[in-house]
């Protein structure tokens, strides 16, 4: 055999023979065994094709010698001998050939050529192969539509598109003057019932997205809309899978969500959710969900939940509570067995409870019970549950933002559940759970069940030294500052302080945010207030006169500032604590502070000092 071969290749270097023959007996070699490929690479025939492009005009000689080319550059070690070899200008000089076998052949060489190689990519580009390419799209791909060459030709030449601007951003800046767009926008629209084409559109187009140029020039495009009626078009699993993709690159703009929503795109998600085979899979405890069936769930729930987070699309989506979403969210994804789909509704309702008007109406359209349900169905640490525990967690925490929620939400129960979950050594859980509490313990009876609770507060006052999440210990620190702000008893502010909890409230005055040193601030005097007697002795114990001469010194806010002289006007009440004051020269400080250029700082700064000499 490789007698015969080697004969072959000197047939075709001189020309001579039975050129066709030996070019069939060359590439049935290759299809039989990889290894050949670099076998006839090492006996100089690159070199020899080469030579014989130039010369040959056979059509059906220069089709063999592009297809042998092409077969044998799929094996990777033979591609950068192609360009050693000078191969790639003649084959380009052939792309524009009469004879469409000609051309299909040497576009699928070039295309294997320039796979991963921006050398071969760089002389193609150099030797004009761009502009024929994107001549060969434009003006023969798409005309004669029944033409069974062409349909060939439109995936091949869409492969070699795609192998040649792969990574490469600077062709990507050039296909784009050349009207790659518009030209792959057509084959989807013209060709949508072929899906070896339309995979091919969808993965250049894919590619394409990979830059900012790319990114740009097709969100001023129609691709969109040409996307969205693709997707309602096709049935192939694999062709909504590679739009979904796209689609989420592009959904990151705020001015293509808006035009997803117009074009009805979460509707059509959710319904293709319902009765798409491919979006369904068998949920049941037995079975195993395909790969390809949660993929796609997971690709247009993540979607419908980006879409949201833009305000207009929200507010058309929402359809004053009586938008498709919302209700397929409620009667199908909360009950779901699908674990994602439960995760991206409870973010659907987390995304439209922006809105005081948004949040009460959801209330009213009975969110509470079936997010309750879910979290007292899924308090396990694992990180599926965690998943979902943070999900409906950020929805809750929407909702009690408004103030007619609150009450509501406490006597639905909403208040304990989540409290549940208190223990969770999740950070993020943690997070949105202590945040969830402190919207709720607004009023007064609200916050004496939580602040009442020693257990709880003990957890509470733990999460507010966490080391490593600087978002946990702020919410707990805060939570428990609105405890002794909303309850007004001394029962919570006793258990608070006996737990441990003025050092954290001590601690989180010398925040940078004037908001957490104010609330820090008035909780320590209320509980100076109230409960005196039991707090001197931690107040003289956590480091407070050091933090008041601190703040005192320091460029803070007028009203930061009068809220620690009210803190150092209740401590005078104790000698033991008044001496402390003076030895830290607080009295020195205030005196300043009796000419401060602002009147009401003046005025508190004078009472208090008026204290200090008495």
Request: with cysteine.
């Amino acid at each position: 055999m490789m007698d015969d071969i080697s004969k072959g290749i000197e047939d075709l270097k001189v020309g001579e023979g039975n050129i066709e023959s030996s070019l069939d007996k060359m590439l049935k070699a290759v299809d039989k065994d990889d290894s050949m490929s670099e076998t006839l690479c090492s006996k100089g025939v690159l070199e020899v094709i080469t030579k014989q492009l130039e010369v040959i005009e056979e059509p059906k000689y220069l089709a063999k010698m592009a297809q042998l080319v092409a077969e044998m550059t799929k094996t990777e070690s033979v591609r950068m001998p192609c360009v050693n070899a000078g191969l790639i200008p003649p084959l380009v000089h052939i792309m524009t050939h009469q004879d469409s076998e000609v051309v299909l052949q040497t576009c699928r060489a070039l295309g294997n050529i320039c796979f991963d190689n921006d050398e071969a990519r760089a002389i193609i580009d150099q030797s004009g192969g761009l502009e024929k390419l994107m001549d060969l799209i434009k003006n023969r791909c798409l005309s004669d539509d029944n033409n069974t060459d062409n349909q060939k030709l439109r995936v091949v030449c869409c492969g070699h598109l795609l192998n040649l601007t792969n990574s490469n951003e600077g062709i990507h800046s050039k296909v784009f003057t050349l009207g790659a767009v518009s030209a792959l926008e057509e084959f989807l629209t013209k060709y949508s019932d072929d899906v070896p084409l339309c995979e091919m559109v969808l993965l250049c187009i894919d590619s394409l997205l990979e830059t900012e140029s790319g990114r740009m020039n097709f969100s001023c495009s129609e691709i969109l809309q040409i996307l969205v009626k693709l997707l309602q078009q096709q049935d192939d699993g694999e062709i909504h899978e590679a739009i979904l993709e796209i689609i989420a690159v592009l959904a990151e703009n705020d001015v293509a969500k808006v035009k997803l929503t117009k074009f009805h795109l979460a509707e059509s998600l959710a319904k293709l959710m319902k009765t798409h085979r491919g979006y369904q899979a068998n949920f049941t405890h037995t079975s195993r969900r395909s790969s390809e069936a949660f993929s796609l769930e997971k690709a247009a729930t993540d979607i419908i939940v980006l879409i949201l987070t833009e305000d207009e699309s929200m507010n058309v989506l929402f359809n004053n509570g009586k938008g498709e979403l919302l209700q397929e969210v409620l009667s199908s994804w909360l009950p779901s067995p699908s674990l994602q789909r439960k995760i991206s509704g409870a973010l659907v309702i987390g995304n439209f409870a922006r809105s005081d008007e948004h949040c009460i109406k959801l209330v009213e359209c009975g969110v509470l019970k079936p997010f309750q349900e879910l979290l007292q169905q899924h308090t396990n640490p694992g990180d599926s549950d965690m998943k979902l525990q943070h999900a409906i967690l950020s929805a809750f925490r929407n909702l009690a933002i408004s103030a007619v929620n609150k009450p509501v939400m406490v006597k639905a129960g909403i208040l304990d559940t989540v409290l549940l979950i208190i223990h969770s050594e999740m950070a993020p859980v943690q997070f949105k759970m202590l945040a969830t509490v402190r919207m709720l313990v607004d009023g007064q009876d609200a916050a004496v069940k939580v602040g009442g609770n020693e257990s709880s507060v003990k957890r509470i006052i733990e999460l507010c030294d966490v080391p490593d999440h600087a978002g946990v210990s702020g919410e707990a620190n805060r939570l428990l500052a609105a405890l002794v702000k909303n309850s007004g008893s001394s029962v919570v502010m006793t258990t608070i302080v006996k737990a441990g909890g003025v050092p954290c409230l001590v601690a989180m005055a010398t925040s940078e945010y004037p908001l957490m040193q104010n609330e820090a601030l008035v909780a320590i005097a209320l509980i100076a207030s109230v409960t005196f007697e039991i707090s001197e002795a931690y107040f003289k114990t956590s480091n407070l006169i050091q933090l008041l001469a601190q703040l005192l010194s320091g460029e803070i806010q007028p009203e930061v500032m009068i809220n620690v002289l009210t803190v150092t006007e209740l401590l005078l009440q104790s000698a033991s604590l008044k001496k402390d004051i003076k030895d830290e020269d607080i009295n020195s400080i205030v005196k300043k502070l009796t000419s401060h250029s602002n009147q009401l700082l003046k005025d508190k700064a004078k009472t208090v000092y008026a204290k200090m000499k008495s």
